[in-house]
């Protein structure tokens, strides 16, 4: 039970200072994972203008709030402008974000294009309208930038969605590739940023929660999730109940690669190899824990030092 002291008395804490505290706790969290992140990666500079693309969801209404805290504690001046792609689904509330942003008094475009329609028209009925509905959005939104003067767009993936497609990847894909925290876009001429790249998900979920955001669903289009990615998603959610900190490790390796010891001759020179009679950093050592026991007690076994 939670308490305080008071002299020799302790008083437990109500229901709802334990529900404030632990929200405290929560934002703090969230603000020091979104600020590491833009800080190891660079993601914002002095004078930049991020675009921060809003969807309706979870996790972009996340990513603003956070950044709209980041932005009054920051050593740097940079501006905000939240962005949404309504793309005409029949059924979407169309008065929601303005209103939302109109009332936390956020700087916004709503862009008008109906991508609905062009993708119904290509993708067959049944199939998922995911991956052409993404490629409309993603050209748009670099228009938009564009004309906004904005020098950083910024996505609200989090940290596992960004494991999630490196399971799908190598999984269906054959290949080790992820969801980087900051990468150039397709036309090179945009910096495509996510700072909620250590934040996980369940974070966001009750970070939602407690500020009540004006929700919009995604199944608007009548597409459904792809059924991969929800099988991933549900094999990390239960490491992350079974091993704890297992996700946390999965997510540290993907920032500590050793393209030694993998088997891609175009990020290493195998061929080149030659044992010149010089210890190497990525030789057979590679392979050991961080740490040998100081003595091992194996008969026969003699232990080199390099």
Not at 102 to 128: L, M, W
Not at 162 to 172: A, I, V, W
Request: aromatic share 6%.
């Amino acid at each position: 039970m939670s308490a305080v002291w008071t002299n020799s008395e302790v008083v437990p804490l109500s229901r709802e200072h334990r529900i404030e505290r632990e929200t405290h706790k929560l934002e703090k969290r969230l603000c020091r994972l979104a600020g590491q992140a833009i800080t190891d990666y660079n993601m914002i500079g002095e004078g930049d203008k991020v675009m921060v693309c809003l969807s309706g969801g979870k996790d972009s209404y996340g990513m603003l709030d956070i950044l709209l805290k980041l932005k009054q504690r920051a050593p740097i001046s940079f501006d905000l402008i939240a962005v949404n792609l309504d793309q005409k689904q029949p059924g979407f509330p169309e008065h929601v974000l303005p209103e939302y942003l109109t009332r936390i008094g956020v700087p916004f475009h709503i862009e008008n294009q109906d991508t609905y329609s062009i993708v119904k028209d290509k993708i067959p009925e049944g199939k998922t309208m995911c991956s052409l509905c993404s490629r409309l959005r993603r050209g748009i939104l670099y228009r938009v930038a564009d004309e906004l003067g904005a020098t950083r767009i910024a996505l609200g993936h989090h940290r596992d969605d960004m494991l999630q497609t490196f399971f799908l990847n190598m999984f269906f894909g054959g290949k080790l590739k992820g969801m980087p925290p900051k990468l150039v876009s397709d036309d090179g001429r945009h910096i495509v940023i996510r700072p909620l790249a250590y934040v996980p998900e369940k974070d966001l979920v009750r970070w939602a929660e407690h500020r009540q955001f004006p929700i919009i669903p995604c199944t608007l289009c009548g597409s459904q999730e792809n059924l991969q990615r929800k099988q991933v998603a549900a094999m990390l959610r239960e490491w992350d109940r079974k091993h704890p900190g297992r996700v946390d490790n999965m997510f540290t390796a993907l920032q500590n690669v050793v393209p030694s010891h993998l088997a891609d001759g175009t990020h290493y020179d195998f061929k080149g190899l030659i044992a010149n009679g010089v210890a190497r950093e990525d030789g057979d050592k590679a392979f050991d824990p961080p740490e040998l026991p100081s003595a091992l007690s194996v008969p026969g076994l003699q232990v080199i030092k390099i």
